[in-house]
């Protein structure tokens, strides 16, 4: 039968097990983890009768600890196994990549004006089309007389359309 051991036995022991775990796995946080596993396991088995704590202790350490390393590269080896390995695209998938780039911005250059300002702040500058919306009537605020209110809703809710429709 094993024998009882006291919680103030482990306590005393606790900085040199933390010691010994964090230098056998270089981990703060599974050093805590193997430390409170051996301490339970010690609470729950223990050294054998006369057997020295220390030493169970010691033992029990390097024992957990040297599974949480096996875990760590079995686990480390199945993901590795499991990724799919990254593509690195070839010249020709990169030219056409860049061909595909002029292409757009030409197209994009010969649309005409509001059309080519919104595709330019949605997808360039990166805004929503409330405020491209908003910057278009901040701009027809800035042109002048300001068309009839049926005009002027007319000309908001076709850009906001168009930049919607674009999405």
Do not use: C
């Amino acid at each position: 039968m094993n024998r009882a051991i006291e919680g103030e036995e482990l306590l005393a022991q606790r900085g040199f097990l933390r010691r010994l775990a964090r230098g056998l796995l270089g981990d703060d946080g599974l050093a805590e983890d193997v430390v409170q596993e051996v301490e339970l396991r010690a609470l729950e088995r223990g050294p054998g009768p006369g057997g020295s704590l220390r030493a169970w202790l010691v033992t029990a350490t390097r024992r957990l600890a040297l599974n949480v390393l096996r875990a760590r590269e079995r686990r480390a080896v199945h993901e590795r196994a499991a990724s799919k390995p990254e593509a690195i695209p070839g010249q020709a998938a990169v030219l056409a990549g860049l061909d595909l780039q002029r292409r757009v911005l030409e197209a994009v250059r010969a649309l005409d004006e509001p059309y080519r300002e919104a595709l330019w702040q949605r997808y360039y500058e990166e805004r929503t089309p409330s405020e491209i919306a908003a910057l278009a009537l901040r701009e027809l605020a800035e042109q002048g007389p300001a068309p009839s209110e049926p005009e002027r809703a007319q000309s908001l809710a076709t850009l906001v359309v168009q930049v919607r429709w674009a999405d």
